[in-house]
């Protein structure tokens, strides 16, 4: 029993920097980890970085490697993207999602998550 909740989305200009948050309801926040998505129009939802449990582990999509990071308070039951030198390519609906934390399969695919928010729209404009 997750809820979640994305916020911090909206226009940016190619260069700049923005950053999503993703608030998370429970005290078992630390038990999940946490992934972003992205799905812009006419494309699959795909995914951009996740982080493990106790932010130990973090992996990215390569075209974001360096310029988007990944992070998670669980004091706050909070995780974040920081999007610097956003591109226009990085343009859609950025969704937080969340799965109970397990070592039997990867987090690259949105069916490997138990959880999700209602996206925030990003455009990066040039």
């Known amino acids: 029993q997750v809820q979640l909740v994305e916020s911090g989305g909206g226009l940016v200009q190619a260069g700049g920097s923005l950053r999503l948050s993703c608030a998370a309801s429970?005290?078992?926040?630390?038990?999940?980890?946490m992934g972003w998505f992205r799905q812009a129009p006419g494309k699959e939802r795909e995914f951009v970085s996740a982080?493990?449990?106790?932010?130990?582990?973090?992996d990215y999509l390569d075209s974001v490697k360096g310029r988007f990071t990944i992070s998670r308070d669980n004091a706050k039951n909070t995780v974040y993207l920081q999007m610097n030198s956003p591109k226009p390519e990085d343009t859609a609906v950025y969704y937080c999602?969340?799965?109970?934390?397990?070592?039997?399969?990867?987090?690259?695919?949105?069916?490997?998550?138990?959880?999700w928010g209602q996206g925030t729209q990003v455009i990066v404009s040039s």
């Open positions: 429970g005290r078992t926040f630390s038990n999940y980890a």
């Open positions: 999602a969340a799965r109970l934390a397990r070592y039997d399969s990867t987090w690259f695919k949105p069916f490997q998550y138990d959880y």
């Open positions: 982080i493990s449990t106790s932010g130990g582990t973090t």
